[in-house]
T-cell receptor
């Protein structure tokens, strides 16, 4: 029962390097999300997708790109890493929301990313 | 704009006692949902409980209940009979309403760190 799997779990980058974080879900969920968590600020939405082939910007999208080529995968890319992107990144997925039915987002275990 | 406020950065509670974690929200959309998540020191996000804006009764899940006061725009989490394993960060989150599009996006509060003392 894997749920949402994020790789890698830890990564250290130098300023200016690029990398891709991978999120995979096995629950056949339509919706997927990328958040970042910084101390004292809760989780903030970076980008999200409401289906294969679609992406949209969240609250803090600058410096990140995403792709959803397959329904089960949602990739988060950093083209040129900056120290301000040091954070814990969470991927989540959810089923289609009903009008009043709670469809909780299911989270991966997070990726701790440090930019030096 | 939609907003979630958790005013308690940290709280202590004695084991076996009940504790209330505060959450207030702001939205102009009549259809919304409220969630509580638990984040233990290991870092994962665990869904606890959900309350829909049209639900007539307060949500309950085992030892967790949600004190939903719609007029006051508050959705406080009540944990009964606290256990040592309840020590964690707790986040309140709001799903934006369907007037804003059915994206199921969540807006999170800043969290409350709960410490259960033996």
């Amino acid at each position: 029962n894997a749920g949402v799997t994020q790789t890698p779990k830890f990564r250290v980058l130098k300023t200016g390097q690029s990398m891709t974080l991978l999120c995979a879900q096995d629950m056949n969920h339509e919706y997927m999300y990328w958040y970042r968590q910084d101390p004292g600020m809760g989780l903030r939405l970076i980008h999200y997708s409401v289906g294969e082939g679609t992406t949209a910007k969240g609250e803090v999208p600058d410096g990140y790109n995403v792709s959803r080529l397959k329904k089960q995968n949602f990739l988060l890319g950093l083209e040129s890493a900056a120290p301000s992107q040091t954070s814990v990144y969470f991927c989540a997925s959810s089923d289609l929301p009903g009008s009043q039915v709670g469809q909780p987002q299911h989270f991966g275990d997070g990726t701790r990313l440090s930019i030096l | 704009a939609q907003k979630i406020t958790q005013t308690q950065p940290g709280m202590f509670v004695q084991e076996k006692e009940a504790v209330t974690l505060d959450c207030t929200y702001d939205t102009s959309d009549p259809s919304y949902g409220l969630f509580w998540y638990k984040q233990p020191s290991s870092g994962e996000m665990i869904f606890l409980i959900y309350q829909g804006s049209y639900d007539q009764q307060n949500a309950t899940e085992g030892r967790y209940s949600l004190n939903f006061q719609k007029a006051r725009k508050s959705a406080n989490l009540v944990i009964s009979a606290s256990q040592l394993g309840d020590s964690a960060m707790y986040f309140c989150a709001m799903r934006e309403g369907f007037l804003s599009g059915a994206t199921n996006k969540l807006i999170f509060g800043t969290g409350t760190l709960l410490a259960v003392q033996p």
